[in-house]
Nanobody, 125 residues
Framework: QVQLVESGGGLVQTGGSLRLSCAAS????????MGWFRQAPGKEREYLAA????????YHADSVKGRFTISRDNAKNMVYLQMNNLRPEDTAVYYC??????????????????WGQGTQVTVSS
């Protein structure tokens, strides 16, 4: 079956870095754009970043632009989110998802039903 499994979360101090990984299986990973999302307690889900199947196009939300970078390795069926200069407001559960499409200059995306279970990121002050 389709699986997306996030890992790499944890507890870090303000200003620290984490690299999240998402391992995909059970579908044609190389044929899909991929995205990262997060949801903090009591908050709506937030769209963070997306990358095309070929890595030629990316999107990063204003809230994380310059700090977070999405990347992927199709040979390994992996997508990554490098997170630098973390802030307490980055505390959330982070999810990866396969996308049907996205806009590289705006916040548009269309997600598939393929989502991971999430990994917790906690940034302490």
């Amino acid at each position: 079956q389709v699986q997306l499994v996030e890992s790499g979360g944890g507890l870090v101090q303000t200003g620290g870095s984490l690299r999240l990984s998402c391992a995909a299986s059970g579908f044609a990973f190389g044929g899909y754009a991929m995205g990262w999302f997060r949801q903090a307690p009591g908050k709506e889900r937030e769209y963070l970043a997306a990358i095309s199947w070929s890595s030629t196009s990316t999107y990063h939300a204003d809230s994380v632009k310059g700090r977070f970078t999405i990347s992927r390795d199709n040979a390994k069926n992996m997508v990554y989110l490098q997170m630098n200069n973390l802030r307490p407001e980055d505390t959330a559960v982070y999810y990866c998802a396969a996308l049907v499409r996205f806009g590289d200059r705006n916040g548009f995306y269309e997600a598939t039903d393929y989502w991971g279970q999430g990994t917790q990121v906690t940034v302490s002050s």
